[in-house]
C-alpha cells in the first residue's frame, strides 16, 4: 500500500504522477478486499468505482467542488482519498461509517443512504453556488439503478431547463441494481453502451485523419459534420441530449485517463452535462464480479481467498415471509408480488422463480410500486409489496391517498423493521409505525416469531377494504413464542389475564422476548405484570383498552420511534375511552440513530429489560 499511504487528501492525489494511478487502483482493491472481508460491506460497488473516483478528485477539487454519492454504500474509495485509510471499525460503533459522513469530513455532504436523490441534492448546490457568483461545480455519482426512482427524473427535468448550471451527473453504470437493473432506461442505457464501438470507430477515423497532411484536416471536418448525421442514423441521439442536456460518453470507467478527460469535457462546458461511464461492480476480484445474486453488493465476514461467508446466518424473519409467501403463491393465483429492485433481501426470488408472471419489479420506485399496487388491487388481484421499512418513508402519499383512501387491498410487508444496526441512521426501521399509525383503516401486524409471520401473512391478504403492513426486524428470527392464552383477541404471553394486573405490559412484535423478561423481573420483585401481544397492533385492539381499565398502568414496548408509535396509539385510545391509567412509552427515541450492532443500538435506547423494570420499579 506504499502509493496509498501518500495520499491523505485530494491535493496528495492531484500531485501524483499519472504512470502511478495504475498502481494506486491495484493497492485500493486489494484494500478494500482485505478489510470489508473482515467487517462486511459493499465490497462489489465500491471495487467498481477506484478509477471512477480517482478521476473526480484529479479533475474536480473537493471541498471546493462538491461531490455527491447516490444511495452513498459506493463512497469508500472517496473516504480512502480523503483521509479516512482507517477502516477498522467500519460500520460498527464508534468506527467509519458505511456512508458519508459530516461528522468523519469536510468532502461528505449526502449522508442519506435513501437512493435517487443525489440530483437534487446536485442541483439546489450548483444553483446555489451559481446566485452567489462563485465558481463552484457540483458533481453527483448516480447508479444505474438510482437513476431508475423518481426523484431523479424530477431533477432531470429541471436541470434540463437551467443551462447554465456549474453541475456534472456522473451515471455509473455497472448494469446492476442488486439484481441486473430493469426497465426502460436500462435498455436506453444499453442501447448508449453499445455505441461505445460506433464512438471507437470515429476516433480512429479522428485519429487516421489528423495524421494525414492537408486533406486529412478538410476530410475530418467533413467526417465530423458526417459524424454528427451519423450519429443520429445509427444511433438515435440519447434521451438526455434529446432532453437538453449534454451528454458525454459512453466512456470506460476502468481507463481512469478516458474518465478524466471526459470530466474536464464536462467541467468546462458550462452547463449541467451527464457523463455515462460504464463500470463493473467488484471489477477486480473475481467472486464478486462472478456472483450472479448481486456481483457481492452487500457482503458480511467472508474469506478474502474464497469468497465465501464466514458466519453462516441462522434461519430469518424473511426466510419465513419467504416460505409463507410461496405457499400463498400456489394457493392463490390473484395474490402478485412487487420488489422495488431487491428481489432476494426481501426473499421474493423463489416466488419469482415459481411465478415469474406474478412477480413485477419496477426498480426503485417504492412511489411507483405503490401506486400500481392500488390498481392491482382495483383490477381484482391482491398485491404483496416487500420493502424495507424506511423506503416505506417514500410512498407514504401513495399509501394513505391511493391505498388507503381508496380502501385498496394491498398488503406491504416491511422487512428490517426496527434497529439494523450496521447501515446507520437512514436504515433503521423506525419510522413505520409512527407513519401509518395516522393512515385510516390501515392495518398493521407485528409479528413476535416466524409462525405469527405466517399467521398474519395469511390474515393479511384476506383483507380487500384497505392497506394491510405487515414489518419484522433484520436477522435471525426469533424462537417461538407461544401464548399461554387469549383473551379479547389478544395473545397472553405472560401473567394471569383474569385478575387486574398491576401493570399491563403491550408488546410490540419482536420486543415480545424484552416483554416476558420484563415481567419475570417485576414478578420477582412482587409486581404483578400481565404481558399481551396484540399481533395486530394498530389500530388499538379494543382488547388492550378493556385491559387496561383493570390495570394500574400500561407499559408498551416497541421498536418504533416512540414518537406517534404503538404507545402514542394506545394513549389516545385509552384517553378517547376515559380510561384514566399512566401509560409508559419504551421505544426508540425521536433521534437519527448512528450505526452499530442492533444490540448495541437497542441497549443505548433503553429498549432492554433493565432500564424499562428500573423505569416502572420507579413509578409503582
Ligand atoms: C429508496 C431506496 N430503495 C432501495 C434501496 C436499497 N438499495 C441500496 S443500493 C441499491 C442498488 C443501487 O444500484 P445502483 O444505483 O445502480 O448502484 P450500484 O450499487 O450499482 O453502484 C438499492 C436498491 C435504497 N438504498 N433506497
Ligand atoms: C445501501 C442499501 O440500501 C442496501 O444495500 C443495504 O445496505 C442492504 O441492507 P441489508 O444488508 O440489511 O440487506
Ligand atoms: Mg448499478
Known amino acids: 500500500m506504499a502509493v496509498l499511504k501518500t495520499i491523505t487528501s485530494p491535493v496528495d492525489l492531484k500531485r501524483l504522477p499519472a504512470e502511478l494511478l495504475e498502481t494506486l487502483a491495484e493497492e485500493i482493491r486489494a ?31 473537493s471541498p471546493n467542488d462538491t461531490v455527491v454519492f447516490d444511495t452513498g454504500h459506493q463512497s469508500y474509495v472517496h473516504k480512502l482519498l ?72 424530477e431533477a432531470l427535468n429541471n436541470i434540463a431547463a437551467n443551462k447554465n448550471l456549474p453541475l456534472v451527473i456522473v451515471v455509473n453504470d455497472n448494469e446492476r441494481s442488486y439484481s441486473p437493473t430493469i426497465g426502460g432506461l436500462a435498455d436506453h442505457l444499453a442501447m448508449l453502451r453499445t455505441n461505445r464501438q460506433y464512438e471507437q470507430v470515429l476516433d480512429w477515423g479522428k485519429e487516421t485523419l489528423h495524421r ?43 481507463d481512469e485517463a478516458s474518465v478524466e478527460q471526459a470530466l474536464r469535457r464536462a467541467k468546462s462546458f458550462g452547463g449541467p452535462v451527464l457523463v455515462h461511464v460504464i463500470t463493473q461492480k467488484g471489477r477486480g476480484y473475481d467472486h464478486a464480479c462472478n ?40 394457493e392463490r393465483n390473484d395474490i402478485v408480488a412487487i420488489t422495488a429492485a431487491m428481489m432476494m433481501p426481501v426473499g421474493l426470488k423463489p416466488f419469482a422463480d415459481a411465478y415469474p408472471e406474478r412477480i413485477i419489479d419496477v426498480g426503485i420506485a417504492e412511489q411507483h410500486a405503490t401506486t400500481m399496487a392500488a390498481g392491482l388491487a382495483f383490477s381484482g388481484m391482491h398485491p404483496v409489496l416487500a420493502i424495507y421499512a424506511t423506503f416505506l418513508n417514500r410512498a407514504f402519499d401513495q399509501l394513505l391517498m391511493d391505498c388507503a ?37 390501515l392495518r398493521l401486524a407485528a409479528p413476535r416469531d416466524g409462525q405469527q409471520i405466517r399467521r398474519a401473512l395469511r390474515e393479511a391478504v384476506d383483507v380487500d ?122 421505544g426508540l427515541p425521536k433521534e437519527f440513530l448512528g450505526h452499530a450492532s442492533r444490540g448495541q443500538v437497542l441497549e443505548a435506547a433503553g429498549l432492554t429489560p433493565e432500564p424499562i423494570v428500573e423505569r416502572l420499579r420507579t413509578q409503582m
Do not use: C
Open 31 to 61: 484494500f478494500l478486499v482485505e478489510r470489508v472481508s473482515r467487517s462486511g460491506g459493499h465490497l462489489g460497488p465500491n471495487l467498481g468505482v477506484v478509477e471512477l473516483t480517482l478521476a473526480i478528485h484529479r479533475v474536480f477539487d
Open 82 to 153: 480523503t483521509g479516512r485509510q482507517d477502516f477498522e471499525g467500519l460500520r460498527t460503533r464508534g468506527g467509519l461509517s458505511g456512508y458519508p459522513s459530516r461528522d468523519e469530513s469536510e468532502h461528505d455532504v449526502v449522508e442519506n443512504s435513501h437512493a435517487s436523490t443525489s440530483l437534487s441534492w446536485a442541483e439546489g448546490i450548483a444553483r446555489g453556488y451559481h446566485l452567489r457568483g462563485e465558481d463552484r461545480h457540483a458533481v453527483a455519482v448516480i447508479g444505474d439503478g438510482a437513476l431508475t426512482g423518481g426523484m431523479a427524473w
Open 212 to 254: 494525414t497532411p492537408f486533406v486529412g484536416r478538410t476530410a475530418y471536418q467533413a467526417f465530423h459534420s458526417m459524424k454528427k448525421g451519423a450519429k443520429d442514423f445509427w444511433a438515435p441521439q440519447g434521451m438526455f441530449e434529446d432532453l437538453g442536456i449534454k451528454y458525454v460518453g459512453p466512456v470506460d470507467g476502468h
Open 291 to 330: 456472483d450472479v445474486a448481486d456481483q457481492f453488493h452487500t457482503v458480511g465476514k467472508i474469506n478474502p481467498e474464497t469468497g465465501l461467508p464466514l458466519e453462516i446466518a441462522g434461519r430469518s424473519w424473511t426466510d419465513e415471509f419467504s416460505d409463507e409467501m410461496l405457499d400463498l403463491g400456489r
Open 405 to 441: 383512501m381508496h380502501k385498496a387491498g394491498v398488503t406491504f410487508v416491511l422487512d428490517r423493521a426496527g434497529v439494523t444496526g450496521p447501515d446507520g441512521a437512514s436504515h433503521h426501521g423506525m419510522w413505520d409505525m409512527s407513519l401509518v399509525s395516522i393512515v385510516p383503516g
Open 465 to 586: 377494504d384497505g392497506p394491510t403492513v405487515i414489518r419484522f426486524p433484520k436477522g435471525s428470527v426469533a424462537e417461538p413464542l407461544e401464548a399461554i392464552a387469549t383473551t379479547d383477541g389478544l395473545d397472553v404471553l405472560a401473567g394471569d389475564h383474569e385478575s387486574d394486573p398491576e401493570v399491563l405490559i403491550v408488546s410490540v412484535g419482536s420486543m415480545a422476548g424484552t416483554a416476558t423478561t420484563v415481567a419475570e423481573k417485576l414478578g420477582a420483585e412482587g409486581h404483578d405484570a400481565l404481558v399481551v401481544d396484540p399481533r395486530w397492533v394498530l389500530p388499538v385492539p379494543d382488547g388492550v383498552v378493556e385491559l387496561a381499565r383493570r390495570a394500574g398502568r400500561v407499559a408498551v414496548i416497541e421498536d418504533n420511534n416512540v414518537a406517534g408509535g404503538v404507545g402514542a396509539e394506545v394513549s389516545r385510545a385509552l384517553e378517547d375511552a376515559g380510561v384514566a391509567v399512566p401509560v409508559h412509552r419504551f
